[in-house]
């Protein structure tokens, strides 16, 4: 298995991530988190997957919750937790970062009110075990509340970019550039969630927005803050991000605009309760 398989993010891909691919990608999601959540966060919350931690300090940059309120975010990968806690030293007695596998998550039984998880069941090896970890630490009236992508033709940006890609650098990229959107179906998705025993679910299929100042700055973000970068020779990269550039100009054009790149995308949004 290549390291791209893998979507462990090392070296400076976690920061850049953190300054870049996190504020494009995942922020736009943060207004419905927070309006579907509501109802349910006078309790302790836990991000799974949580990444650079950038959804929990949003909660409380914003004053969405008490400042009592507990909050937890895990992820497997300790480098994007060292930048989630170094971001969060004004809120260190509101937020914990725990390290753990979503497998065997840390957590007592029945314990955390809301839970989510933004573009992370795709990518869990053992979906089943995942999600009935999940389940055990809920509480029994609390919600997840995910997101996971629907198929890649429904987010143009990213089609035409891995598109590209493939022509440029071979179908060795496939596997990386495909990962976020492998688990599409909406149907497997539901039944997933009621094979661990959630027993009211539902899963909409949800459009949304991304922003990139430019078309090479989400090539090269696509690049650098992902995966692909391990299969490409260190060399080649801004070679090949200019080729890249060039080849969307056309292809990406009606969606520029004077803010920079903005393109349609949509993801299966999942409420499950027990």
């Keep these: 298995m290549n390291k791209s398989t893998q979507w462990q993010l090392s070296g400076n891909s976690p920061k850049i991530y953190d300054q870049y691919i996190a504020p494009a990608v995942s922020a736009p999601w943060y207004s419905l988190f927070v309006e579907t959540g509501l109802p349910y966060m006078k309790g302790p919350i836990a991000d799974i997957g949580c990444g650079t931690g950038s ?16 909050l937890v975010g895990v992820d497997v990968n300790a480098l994007m937790l060292a930048i989630a806690e170094e971001k969060s030293s004004m809120y260190k007695n509101s937020i914990s970062w725990v390290t753990a596998s979503v497998n065997k998550l840390p957590f007592n039984d029945n314990y955390f009110q809301l839970v989510y998880c933004q573009q992370g069941i795709q990518y869990f090896e053992n979906k089943g075990k995942a999600l009935s970890e999940i389940y055990r630490i809920m509480d029994l009236k609390g919600v997840l509340i995910a997101t996971v992508w629907s198929v890649i033709e429904e987010c143009v940006g990213y089609k035409c970019l891995s598109d590209a890609i493939l022509r440029i650098v071979g179908d060795n990229a496939r596997s990386s550039l495909y990962a976020p959107f492998s688990y599409s179906d909406p149907h497997v998705l539901k039944e997933l969630a009621r094979s661990v025993g959630f027993k009211m679910v539902s899963v909409q299929l949800v459009e949304n927005f991304v922003y990139f100042s ?47 790149l903005s393109f349609p995308v949509k993801a299966n949004y999942l409420i499950a309760k027990k």
């Design 55 to 70: 959804f929990l300090l949003h909660l409380l940059d914003q004053k969405k919750i008490s400042h009592k309120t507990k």
């Design 214 to 260: 430019s078309i090479k700055e989400f090539g090269r973000y696509r690049i650098y803050g992902s995966p692909l970068i391990y299969d490409l020779p260190p060399d080649k990269v801004e070679e090949i991000i200019d080729k890249i550039t060039f080849e969307l100009e056309l292809s990406l054009k009606p969606y520029i605009g004077k803010n920079g």
